[in-house]
């Protein structure tokens, strides 16, 4: 591991007299047997970030974006490093930005104690290729279990209740007993958390962890609204499927518009759904179904919508019934040669749509050509 992480940049740190280490989740996977996707570092004995700068900036491109919490980032040929010197932190608000943030003679164990877990808590000393684990980390990744590093930190941080929840269903670890308790005592903080920031988190539960077990601990914890209309965790095919049955508008109404387009789709099929209670859908509802499918694709590869949909799905598929009155193959011209006008033929075209979609007619040019004569002739 040590001459993996040996880089140029690095050894020119240690030559002027800085001690350089592996932090944070970049460890954490290496001990997993994970490859880390981003490497953190941080770097002890040095008065700023500005000192730090000056020593590696021939090297690539730095950028110190955030100079108050003491970091900066390094690229070299396209790798981004995050590289942070040690800090403190002293909560003075209920946001989860109200920190005061502490970089002078701050110790790399102090600094580990502001972490939120001991499993993320753990360093690796490069050059004496060794770890420090001031906290018992190692001994959780080993026994699977998550284990907060300091209660005061966590009580602070409601961010890092659904953390351990999104580890908890990524690594398939236990979260500790007094972790959980810690969870239940303060999830009423989260309410102090952004929409963005707990989206950030509940989507490495979707994309990255066992779904399952992320909704019974956010269910067990009783995060979120309770699990609705009785859906099962297989049913859950898409992102928008994963959001609607957590069931929190407050989530919702903050995700991208193509996955909230999908949730109020399916929020009013199962509006349609209540008012026909399972029955075959007359023609206006299946009409207004349609028109949904068809403004909306994406809501077919849902998993969470009533069984009654699938096979009105499959007559859609079928691409028989038109969607509005330009896709009908009888248009204004031919009505009016036949002799109706103004708002009769709106109302011969809503009359073909009708009964195409009660399957009384096809869309088909003659046959929708010889209903509105006979409809004329009465």
Request: overall charge negative; aromatic content about 12%; proline content about 2%.
């Given at each position: 591991?040590?001459?993996?992480?040996?880089?140029?940049?690095v050894?020119?740190?240690?030559?002027?007299?800085?001690?350089?280490?592996?932090?944070?989740?970049?460890?954490?996977?290496?001990?997993l047997?994970?490859?880390?996707?981003?490497?953190?570092?941080?770097?002890?004995?040095?008065?700023?970030?500005?000192?730090?700068?000056?020593?590696?900036?021939?090297?690539?491109?730095?950028?110190?974006?955030?100079?108050?919490?003491?970091?900066?980032?390094?690229?070299?040929?396209?790798?981004?490093?995050?590289?942070?010197i040690?800090?403190?932190?002293?909560?003075?608000?209920?946001?989860?930005?109200?920190?005061?943030?502490?970089?002078?003679?701050?110790?790399?164990?102090?600094?580990?104690?502001?972490?939120?877990?001991?499993?993320?808590?753990?360093?690796?000393?490069?050059?004496?290729?060794?770890?420090?684990?001031?906290?018992k980390?190692?001994?959780?990744?080993?026994?699977?279990?998550?284990?907060?590093?300091?209660?005061?930190?966590?009580?602070?941080d409601?961010?890092?209740?659904?953390?351990?929840?999104?580890?908890?269903?990524?690594?398939?670890?236990?979260?500790?007993?007094?972790?959980?308790?810690?969870?239940?005592?303060?999830?009423?903080?989260?309410?102090?958390?952004?929409?963005?920031?707990?989206?950030?988190?509940?989507?490495?539960?979707?994309?990255?962890?066992?779904?399952?077990?992320?909704?019974?601990?956010?269910?067990?914890?009783?995060?979120?609204?309770?699990?609705?209309?009785?859906?099962?965790?297989?049913?859950?095919?898409?992102?928008?499927?994963?959001?609607?049955?957590?069931?929190?508008?407050?989530?919702?109404?903050?995700?991208?518009?193509?996955?909230?387009?999908?949730?109020?789709?399916?929020?009013?099929?199962?509006n349609?759904?209540?008012?026909?209670?399972?029955?075959?859908?007359?023609s206006?509802?299946?009409?207004?179904?349609f028109?949904?499918?068809?403004?909306?694709?994406?809501?077919?590869?849902?998993?969470?919508?009533?069984?009654?949909?699938?096979?009105?799905?499959?007559?859609?598929?079928?691409?028989?019934?038109?969607?509005?009155?330009?896709?009908?193959?009888?248009?204004?011209?031919?009505?009016m040669?036949?002799?109706?006008?103004?708002?009769?033929?709106?109302?011969?075209?809503?009359?073909?749509?009708?009964?195409?979609?009660?399957?009384?007619?096809?869309n088909?040019?003659?046959?929708?050509?010889?209903?509105?004569?006979?409809?004329?002739?009465?």
């Open positions: 591991m040590k001459d993996k992480y040996l880089f140029d940049w050894k020119k740190l240690i030559t002027n007299n800085l001690e350089v280490y592996l932090v944070g989740g970049t460890v954490r996977d290496y001990l047997n994970i490859e880390p996707k981003d490497l953190d570092f941080l770097v002890v004995g040095s008065k700023d970030l500005l000192e730090i700068s000056n020593i590696i900036n021939k090297f690539g491109k730095v950028d110190i974006v955030g100079q108050s919490f003491g970091v900066l980032k390094l690229t070299i040929n396209g790798e981004t490093y995050d590289i942070a040690p800090r403190k932190e002293t909560k003075v608000g209920d946001g989860h930005t109200d920190f005061i943030v502490e970089t002078e003679n701050v110790s790399l164990q102090e600094d580990m104690y502001r972490r939120d877990f001991t499993m993320n808590s753990i360093v690796y000393d490069i050059v004496n290729d060794c770890y420090l684990d001031f906290y980390g190692m001994d959780d990744i080993y026994n699977k279990i998550i284990n907060v590093t300091n209660p005061k930190a966590f009580i602070e409601p961010l890092r209740i659904l953390r351990a929840t999104q580890f908890s269903s990524r690594f398939g670890f236990n979260i500790h007993y007094d972790t959980r308790e810690l969870i239940l005592n303060n999830k009423h903080n989260l309410k102090y958390i952004s929409i963005e920031r707990i989206i950030i988190e509940l989507d490495k539960i979707y994309y990255k962890g066992d779904i399952n077990l992320g909704f019974e601990l956010l269910n067990e914890f009783n995060i979120f609204n309770e699990n609705i209309h009785n859906l099962l965790i297989e049913d859950i095919q898409t992102r928008a499927d994963f959001y609607f049955v957590l069931n929190d508008d407050s989530i919702n109404d903050k995700l991208d518009n193509e996955t909230k387009t999908i949730i109020n789709d399916i929020k009013k099929l199962y349609l759904n209540n008012v026909l209670n399972g029955i075959d859908f007359p206006n509802i299946r009409m207004e179904l028109t949904i499918l068809y403004k909306n694709t994406g809501i077919m590869k849902s998993g969470v919508l009533p069984k009654i949909f699938n096979k009105y799905i499959k007559e859609f598929e079928t691409n028989l019934y038109p969607f509005s009155y330009k896709q009908l193959n009888i248009n204004g011209d031919t009505l040669l036949l002799g109706f006008k103004g708002i009769d033929i709106k109302s011969m075209l809503n009359q073909c749509l009708i009964k195409i979609f009660s399957n009384d007619l096809i088909d040019k003659d046959v929708l050509y010889n209903f509105c004569k006979e409809l004329r002739d009465k």
